[in-house]
């Protein structure tokens, strides 16, 4: 059985292939790569080499997703922001094919022009350059402007 699972796991290692210099966001919740891509604001229009697996077997989850950022190493606060969508992710720093750095992403206290309040009478969505703020709960985000908390469906709130 387990050997059958580990064999998935290193199918999986020959699709997506090792990156030389970079950041590899490995445990991503099953169907997130995208979203984690558009939170990072990394779309590929700067010629940024990418790499993205989705739903592939895991044995820490039922599927992950696991997105692989070629010759870029993304800071703490950059993949912090990360735990709203991923909040198992672990973050890889690569350089010279090795792993010099793994760690979790820590939920931050607040996160601001990341997601758009789905308030209409917001300040954050008036004609009024107002930058969205929201407020990291247990479980959701709140906004610091009108004070609607959002639980669900946090990735369709990603600015863009
Ligand atoms: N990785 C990569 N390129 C490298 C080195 C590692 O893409 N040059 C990827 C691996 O494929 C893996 C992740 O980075 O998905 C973490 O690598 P490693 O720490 O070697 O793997 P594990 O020990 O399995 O990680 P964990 O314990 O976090 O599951
Ligand atoms: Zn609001």
Same mark, same amino acid.
């Given at each position: 059985?387990?050997?059958?699972?580990?064999?998935?796991?290193?199918? @999986?290692?020959?699709?997506?292939?090792?990156?030389?210099?970079?950041?590899?966001?490995?445990?991503?919740?099953?169907?997130?790569?995208?979203?984690?891509?558009?939170? &990072?604001?990394?779309?590929?229009?700067?010629?940024? $080499?990418?790499?993205?697996?989705?739903?592939?077997?895991?044995?820490?989850?039922?599927?992950?997703?696991?997105?692989?950022?070629?010759?870029?190493? &993304? /800071?703490?606060? $950059?993949?912090?922001?990360? /735990?709203?969508?991923? =909040?198992?992710?672990?973050?890889?720093?690569?350089?010279?094919? $090795?792993?010099?750095?793994? @760690?979790?992403?820590?939920?931050?206290?607040?996160? #601001?022009?990341?997601? /758009?309040? =789905?308030?209409?009478?917001?300040? #954050?969505?008036?004609?009024? =350059?107002?930058?969205?703020?929201?407020?990291? &709960?247990?479980?959701?985000?709140?906004?610091?402007?009108?004070? #609607?908390?959002?639980? $669900?469906?946090?990735?369709?709130?990603?600015? #863009?």
């Amino acid at each position: 059985m387990s050997d059958d699972h580990e064999r998935h796991d290193s199918d @999986h290692e020959l699709r997506v292939s090792k990156i030389r210099d970079g950041t590899v966001i490995d445990h991503v919740r099953g169907g997130q790569a995208l979203n984690v891509l558009a939170i &990072l604001g990394i779309d590929g229009s700067e010629g940024e $080499e990418v790499s993205v697996g989705m739903n592939v077997p895991s044995d820490r989850l039922a599927r992950k997703d696991i997105v692989k950022v070629e010759g870029r190493e &993304l /800071s703490q606060d $950059e993949v912090d922001v990360l /735990s709203l969508i991923a =909040p198992d992710a672990t973050i890889n720093i690569v350089r010279n094919y $090795e792993v010099v750095e793994k @760690h979790r992403v820590e939920r931050p206290e607040e996160v #601001t022009g990341v997601l /758009s309040c =789905p308030n209409p009478g917001c300040i #954050t969505t008036g004609d009024e =350059p107002v930058s969205s703020r929201f407020e990291v &709960l247990e479980d959701g985000v709140r906004c610091t402007y009108c004070e #609607t908390i959002v639980r $669900e469906e946090i990735a369709s709130l990603i600015e #863009t």
